[in-house]
């Protein structure tokens, strides 16, 4: 099994891949083509379960695909991210929630979309045995305040994220996620912790990248400009399940070696 302590060690060494996947199957997929970390995100929020954004999506919700993701894998590090308003009102709550992931659902680490609200529950949640993973930067369950624009672009948000940075390790988060901020900036917040970093839409200097699974493999509605697609999935998808409508409406499908008959039922009716 991959631990945290591993993924720390890989940093300043070899990047870290890190990859969204929400069930079983795709999750057994990226774990055979080598990815490191597999982030149950609560982008499944947009990306598979129909909302137009990640706030509505429950601990439930997260707690059922969070064990489908480590049903489908052996040795893969699982992170949960906890949904909006999961963790932060009640520090109770706030542990009780987490501790599902890992002790419900299987998970190995949760992540914190990240603040100075975090602070302590971070360092609760390490005391605890619960790994944390921060998040800082774009943090899309402040979509309502902030929009999806890059984050950071003057000095004084930008000093702001590093002395979260700083704060977050002190409090002992094990990795740190900055998602769409200035390339210099991440670089920079690379440099100052020891914790590796992973960006996203944050330039090339980080430890590692994560991005959406829909947005790699090409499934996605619709993309942030900073994703690459590296296939074409959809298109596969639809042409493997109109070939099927057209096979089962021409009479093509199923065919004879579809189906077997017995002889001794012949005569039924
Ligand atoms: N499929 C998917 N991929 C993601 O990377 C992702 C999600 N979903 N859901 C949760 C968040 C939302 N993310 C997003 C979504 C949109 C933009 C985007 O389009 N940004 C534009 C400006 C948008 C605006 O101004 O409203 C940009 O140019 O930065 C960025 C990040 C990243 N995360
Ligand atoms: C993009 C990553 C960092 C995320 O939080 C998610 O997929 O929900
Ligand atoms: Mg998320």
Do not use: W
């Not at 065919?255 to 039922?265: F, I, K, N, V």
């Amino acid at each position: 099994m991959t631990t945290v302590r591993d993924l720390q060690a890989m940093a300043g060494d070899e990047q870290i891949t890190m990859l969204t996947a929400y069930d079983a199957v795709t999750a057994g997929i990226a774990e055979g083509a080598g990815v490191d970390v597999i982030l149950v995100g609560d982008s499944m929020g947009n990306a598979v379960l129909g909302y137009d954004d990640t706030l509505p999506v429950t601990v439930d919700e997260m707690a059922s695909r969070v064990a489908a993701v480590a049903r489908g894998t052996d040795e893969t590090l699982v992170v949960a991210d906890m949904p909006f308003l999961s963790f932060g009102a009640d520090e109770g709550e706030s542990v009780r929630n987490c501790g599902r992931m890992l002790k419900e659902a299987g998970a190995n680490a949760v992540k914190l979309e990240s603040g100075p609200h975090t602070l302590s529950l971070t360092e609760r949640l390490s005391d605890l045995g619960i790994p944390v993973m921060a998040h800082l930067g774009l943090t899309p369950q402040s979509v309502n305040q902030t929009g999806y624009t890059q984050q950071a672009n003057d000095r004084e948000e930008a000093e702001q994220i590093l002395e979260l940075a700083r704060a977050h390790e002190d409090a002992g988060a094990f990795a740190l996620v900055v998602e769409h901020v200035p390339a210099n900036l991440a670089a920079q917040v690379t440099e100052a912790i020891d914790i590796p970093t992973i960006g996203i839409g944050a330039g090339g200097d980080c430890d590692g990248q994560v991005l959406v699974f829909t947005d790699v493999v090409g499934l996605a509605a619709s993309s942030p400009p900073f994703a690459e697609q590296f296939g074409d999935v959809r298109s596969e998808m639809h042409g493997a399940i109109s070939d099927y409508v057209d096979a089962v409406e021409s009479g093509e499908f199923p065919g004879d070696e579809h189906a077997s008959t017995s002889e001794e039922l012949d005569d039924l009716y």
